[in-house]
């Protein structure tokens, strides 16, 4: 059974920061596209950020380059979100995503994980 377990949401001020994790269980990250949507109330989930395992590129969405970074460690199946300068915008629930392959849309994803609640205050 594949799981995708998120981790590090929580409550923060504008301009803080937060770690989000992602445990991933039942698939090597060979050929897998690792990344995060977020979606907020009464929006449509939205991409965030993309890790390509068999390199190590990345992607990023315009609203968070040079903010939030993406990371894996393929040893503990791990896939991070580092969120710095937060803003309220940034307020959504962040899920984590696995995809085989290299597509980047929600459609390409294979596995979620149940989402973890982000809220920024002003």
């Known amino acids: 059974e594949v799981q995708l377990v998120e981790s590090g949401g929580g409550l923060v001020q504008a301009g803080e920061s937060l770690r989000l994790s992602c445990v991933v269980s039942g698939i090597t990250f060979d050929h897998y596209t690792l990344g995060w949507f977020r979606q907020a109330p009464g929006r449509e989930r939205e991409q965030i950020s993309f890790?390509?395992?068999?390199?190590?590129?990345?992607e990023y969405t315009d609203s968070v380059k040079g903010r939030f970074t993406i990371a894996s460690d393929n040893a503990k199946n791990t896939v991070y979100l580092q969120m710095n300068s937060l803003k309220p915008e940034d307020t959504a629930v962040y899920y984590c995503a696995a995809g085989y392959g290299v597509g980047i849309t929600i459609y390409d994803m294979d596995y979620w994980g149940t989402g973890t609640l982000v809220t920024v205050s002003s």
């Open positions: 890790i390509y395992t068999s390199d190590g590129s990345t």
